[in-house]
């Protein structure tokens, strides 16, 4: 019989890791006994060759000390600090990796600007609905039913005479409803017109009306208002005009435009509130006067970030996006 002495072996091995104090000790305990070319891994290579008569002794006895020794090694495993970082050969002086941050969609940023400079103003931000009736988004607006304008701020019905509406504008009789003058306050949300979509219209884009009521609020009111936000938003240099315009809710009304390059380039309706809309609020238009704006936030964030398709901002493509961080 292959002359093994498996008592003293089992000794060795055991004492070897008895003094082993890391995981790395105990690994090149393992490879030294238990890997391809180590000792007890020859034992059981060994046992065919050996004599028959002595051979299942011998097997058993190599089986026997293969099994302690495992067992002997997860053990102290488990008690051993863990692995070193220099175990691993790891460089703590790479970079390291980032993780990924998201961010605010681009629109979100633009609202929170444009917010920002209304609210420096003394403007406060109030929330609508999305979901209006067509007194909201027609009526009260002075938008009279078979009232040709109504064409241009056509949207979806619902069965139920709800319809998603398609100005911010609605907010102006809703908050006047809730409070008494003077009130300055911009609402921003979602628009919806059932426009085909291209590289300049959607479904569904975002605006923020404005509306200032007091007692003298004038038309010299609103161009210092739109100026100085105009200015905030684009640089003091901007060149802006008002351009006369007809807008149910308004009376005069315009439509302004900023100089841009060598064009002029809309970007706000607005105007005097009118008389009957004041009337609808449940307000004596003989008391109080002001005005209303309302711009368009894509249109503005595709002028400031020269982005020349509005689907841009929907598709959701991380590439896009990412530049917004
Ligand atoms: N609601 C208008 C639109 O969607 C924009 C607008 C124009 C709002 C004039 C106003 C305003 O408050 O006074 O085109």
Redesign the pocket.
């Given at each position: 019989m292959a002359n093994v002495n498996f008592d003293q072996l089992e000794r060795e091995v055991c004492a070897a890791i008895q003094g082993a104090s890391t995981e790395a000790e105990l690994e090149e305990i393992r490879v030294r006994y238990l890997g391809k070319k180590g000792n007890i891994t020859g034992l059981l290579k060994q046992i065919g060759s050996v004599a028959l008569d002595e051979r299942r002794v011998f097997g058993e006895k190599v089986n026997q000390l293969k099994n302690t020794v495992e067992t002997f090694l997860a053990e102290k495993k488990s008690q051993v600090s863990p692995s070193t970082l220099k175990d691993f050969h790891f460089d703590p002086t790479l970079p390291g990796i980032a993780p990924n941050v998201g961010s605010l969609h681009p629109i979100t940023q633009t609202i929170r600007e444009i917010s920002n400079i209304f609210v420096g103003l003394g403007f406060e931000v109030v929330d609508g609905r999305e979901i209006e009736t067509e007194f909201y988004n027609f009526t009260a607006?002075n938008i009279p039913k078979e009232h040709p304008s109504r064409d241009?701020?056509d949207t979806f019905y619902t069965a139920k005479g709800a319809l998603l509406r398609?100005?911010?504008?609605t907010v102006?009789v809703r908050e006047m409803e809730k409070r008494k003058p003077p009130l300055r306050i911009i609402a921003p949300g979602r628009?919806y017109r059932p426009d085909a979509v291209d590289a300049s219209h959607s479904f569904m884009f975002h605006?923020i009306?404005?509306?200032m009521v007091d007692g003298h609020t004038t038309f010299s009111d609103l161009k210092g208002v739109l100026h100085i936000f105009l200015r905030k938003l684009f640089g003091k240099d901007l060149q802006m005009r008002f351009r006369p315009?007809f807008?149910p809710?308004?009376e005069p009304?315009?439509?302004i435009d900023i100089r841009w390059g060598n064009r002029w380039l809309e970007v706000?309706?607005?105007?005097q509130?009118n008389p009957s809309v004041f009337k609808q609020a449940g307000y004596n238009p003989k008391n109080v006067q002001g005005?209303?704006?309302?711009?368009?936030v894509e249109r503005i964030a595709m002028l400031r970030h020269g982005i020349n398709d509005i689907r841009l901002f929907f598709e959701n493509h991380v590439k896009f996006l990412e530049q917004f961080q």
């Open positions: 607006l241009a701020f398609s100005q911010t504008s102006q628009v605006q009306e404005g509306l315009h807008f809710f308004t009304s315009v439509e706000l309706g607005a105007g509130v005005f209303a704006f309302g711009v368009g």
